[in-house]
C-alpha cells in the first residue's frame, strides 16, 4: 500500500475547513475547561484515530465497487455535506452556546490523568459517530481508491482541531466567526461534487 503526501494533503485541506465549525471543536473546548488540555487531546484524537480507521474501511469496500456508482455516491455525500454545512451557516454562532451546555452537562465529574483521557474519548466518540467528516473521509477513500494516504490527512485534520480546541479554543472562538467558516465549508463539499461528477461523466 503506497502512501501519497499530495492525496494527504488534499484530504487535510478538505476535512479541516468542515469539521472546523462543528461540534468538535466546541466539545473539545468543553472538555478543557474541565480537564488537562493534553488529557483531553490524547483522549479526543484517539476517538478520531477508531473513527477515522472504520470510515477509510467502509471507504475502501465501496472503491472494490464499479467506478461510476462509486463516484455517484461520493458525489451525493459531497453535496449532502455542502447543503447541510450551508443550511446550518446562519445559525452557526448561535448553535455555539448551545452545544457548549449539551457537552458540559455530559462533563459530570473531575478526573485526572487515564480518566480524563478515557472520559474524552467515550464522549467524542459517541458524539461524533456517524459524522459529517466520518461521511465525507469515507467518501474521498472511495473516490481517491487510497485509504490509507486519506486516512492519514483526516486523521490529521481532525487531531489539529481538537488540538487548537484543547488549547486555544476560546480565543479561537473570538476571532473567527463559524457562519463564515461552515460557508467555506459547504462551498468546498460542492465544488469535490462538481468535480466528482465530471470525472464520472468523462469516464
Known amino acids: 500500500m503506497t502512501f501519497s503526501i499530495l492525496t494527504a494533503a488534499i484530504v487535510f485541506g478538505l476535512i479541516f475547513p468542515v469539521e472546523l465549525p462543528d461540534k468538535t471543536f466546541i466539545a473539545t473546548l468543553v472538555l478543557a475547561t474541565r480537564y488537562r488540555p493534553l488529557m483531553v487531546w490524547i483522549g479526543v484524537t484517539a476517538a478520531f484515530a477508531v473513527q477515522t480507521l472504520v470510515a477509510v474501511t467502509l471507504g475502501g469496500l465501496l472503491a ?81 481508491q487510497d485509504p490509507l494516504s486519506v486516512g492519514v490527512g483526516a486523521f490529521l485534520a481532525l487531531a489539529t482541531i481538537s488540538g487548537l480546541g484543547a488549547a486555544l479554543g476560546r480565543q479561537l472562538l473570538k476571532r473567527m466567526r463559524l457562519a463564515t467558516i461552515r460557508r467555506i465549508g459547504g462551498a468546498v463539499c460542492l465544488l469535490l461534487a462538481a468535480v466528482t461528477v465530471i470525472e464520472a461523466l468523462r469516464a
Open 64 to 144: 472494490k465497487l464499479p467506478t461510476q456508482p462509486v463516484q455517484a455516491v461520493a458525489a451525493a455525500m459531497f453535496v449532502l455535506g455542502g447543503f447541510l454545512l450551508l443550511r446550518g451557516a446562519g445559525e452557526a454562532d448561535a448553535e455555539e452556546a448551545d452545544v457548549e451546555e449539551e457537552f458540559a452537562a455530559k462533563v459530570t465529574a473531575p478526573a485526572t490523568g487515564l480518566r480524563a483521557i478515557g472520559a474524552s474519548f467515550l464522549i467524542l466518540f459517541l458524539a461524533e459517530w456517524g459524522d459529517l467528516s466520518q461521511l465525507l473521509t469515507a467518501s474521498l477513500a472511495a473516490r481517491y
